[in-house]
């Protein structure tokens, strides 16, 4: 099979691989469709110090399974996180944390820009028929933006969301079906558009005046930028409450003396639900496949990159087999 390979210093390629085999309890999968998304991005930068086959938001069939599953030739999406089933935190149904976890395309596991890959069958969830293959490509950037409404009780409060990439638009989505009064601070109009069309409350930084300090109770940080932090302690209230959502493969020294003396509290965020994710995706509540700008062969994952990083662009889609 052809996959995408980063080889751990900035250089991106296909190549060939052998077809993988799935281990005990895991499926193989054809992959239909996959996205390149900010994090594929980092890891390219150097990110986790990854090298090996990228890519952890996919949609595929299922062709072969080494356990009894009725997933047989059923369009599937993955939870990424692959854990021991037998710690703590997978008794927990925590397998995200498993200190022996493995996660699609970001560590120790091969990703989806590739012909096939192979996950657990316990991580596998069917597509329901009635929603495109384009829509289901966004289940696992839904479920993150869910994962906000898990670890936070938003109560139908004002919410600043930093950032307008892919993640900040879906965050400020889910959290406007949850009755949130969502203001969206971004660096592209072009972007933001869609969002000021839909009724949000959206700002161009450096354009626009920005919110009077301190004035939010919860802020959302999706900037992918490493000063995301920094620019959101400049929002949120005394006792407010900061989710970090990005992860990026810079750092930068800052003072964390604002978070105690304002006694902030700063939540991290990653992976979240998927059931909620696709039932929202199947009502038809979220449209996001509205934000693909390009598609590529997967033969053309290096230009389908440099597109991805341009600025303005939102998703950029890997057409991977019929």
Same mark, same amino acid.
């Given at each position: 099979?052809?996959?995408?390979?980063?080889?751990?210093?900035?250089?991106?390629?296909?190549?060939?691989?052998?077809?993988?085999?799935?281990?005990?309890? !895991?499926?193989?999968?054809?992959?239909?469709?996959?996205?390149?998304?900010?994090?594929?991005?980092?890891?390219?930068?150097?990110?986790?110090?990854?090298?090996?086959?990228?890519?952890?938001?996919?949609?595929?069939?299922?062709?072969?399974?080494?356990?009894?599953?009725?997933?047989?030739?059923?369009?599937?999406?993955?939870?990424?996180?692959?854990?021991?089933?037998?710690?703590?935190?997978?008794?927990?149904?925590?397998?995200?944390?498993?200190?022996?976890?493995?996660?699609?395309?970001?560590?120790?596991?091969?990703?989806?820009?590739?012909?096939?890959?192979?996950?657990?069958?316990?991580?596998?969830?069917?597509?329901?028929?009635?929603?495109?293959?384009?829509?289901?490509?966004?289940?696992?950037?839904?479920?993150?933006?869910?994962?906000?409404?898990?670890?936070?009780?938003?109560?139908?409060?004002?919410?600043?969301?930093?950032?307008?990439?892919?993640?900040?638009?879906?965050?400020?989505?889910?959290?406007?079906?949850?009755?949130?009064?969502?203001?969206?601070?971004?660096?592209?109009?072009?972007?933001?558009?869609?969002?000021?069309?839909?009724?949000?409350?959206?700002?161009?930084?450096?354009?626009?005046?920005?919110?009077?300090?301190?004035?939010?109770?919860?802020?959302?940080?999706?900037?992918?930028?490493?000063?995301?932090?920094?620019?959101?302690?400049?929002?949120?209230?005394?006792?407010?409450?900061?989710?970090?959502?990005?992860?990026?493969?810079?750092?930068?020294?800052?003072?964390?003396?604002?978070?105690?003396?304002? !006694?902030?509290?700063?939540?991290?965020?990653?992976?979240?639900?998927?059931?909620?994710?696709?039932?929202?995706?199947?009502?038809?509540?979220?449209?996001? !496949?509205?934000?693909?700008?390009?598609?590529?062969?997967?033969?053309?994952?290096?230009?389908?990159?440099?597109?991805? !990083?341009?600025?303005?662009?939102?998703?950029?889609?890997?057409?991977?087999?019929?």
């Amino acid at each position: 099979m052809i996959a995408a390979t980063l080889d751990g210093r900035g250089g991106l390629r296909v190549a060939e691989h052998a077809r993988p085999v799935p281990a005990s309890g !895991e499926a193989l999968i054809r992959v239909l469709a996959a996205g390149i998304c900010s994090t594929d991005l980092e890891l390219r930068k150097g990110y986790m110090g990854f090298a090996g086959i990228p890519g952890h938001e996919f949609v595929g069939v299922v062709v072969d399974a080494t356990v009894p599953t009725d997933l047989l030739g059923a369009r599937v999406v993955g939870e990424i996180n692959a854990g021991c089933a037998a710690c703590s935190y997978c008794r927990e149904g925590l397998e995200r944390h498993c200190p022996k976890r493995s996660v699609l395309g970001i560590l120790n596991r091969s990703g989806a820009l590739a012909e096939y890959v192979t996950l657990p069958v316990r991580n596998l969830h069917r597509v329901p028929a009635d929603v495109t293959t384009d829509r289901a490509l966004f289940t696992e950037p839904v479920a993150a933006a869910f994962e906000v409404l898990e670890q936070v009780r938003v109560q139908g409060g004002r919410v600043l969301v930093l950032g307008d990439g892919k993640l900040g638009q879906l965050v400020a989505r889910v959290l406007d079906l949850a009755g949130a009064e969502v203001t969206v601070i971004g660096r592209h109009a072009r972007k933001l558009a869609p969002l000021r069309a839909d009724g949000f409350a959206t700002l161009v930084a450096g354009r626009d005046a920005p919110p009077p300090a301190h004035s939010f109770r919860l802020v959302i940080e999706a900037t992918g930028s490493p000063d995301g932090l920094e620019q959101a302690l400049r929002f949120v209230q005394p006792r407010g409450t900061i989710v970090l959502k990005s992860t990026c493969a810079g750092a930068r020294p800052m003072n964390l003396a604002p978070v105690v003396v304002d !006694e902030v509290t700063v939540v991290g965020s990653r992976c979240g639900p998927f059931a909620p994710a696709l039932e929202a995706l199947a009502r038809g509540r979220l449209r996001p !496949e509205d934000t693909i700008d390009a598609r590529f062969p997967l033969a053309e994952v290096e230009r389908a990159f440099e597109v991805a !990083e341009s600025p303005g662009i939102r998703k950029v889609l890997l057409e991977v087999s019929a």
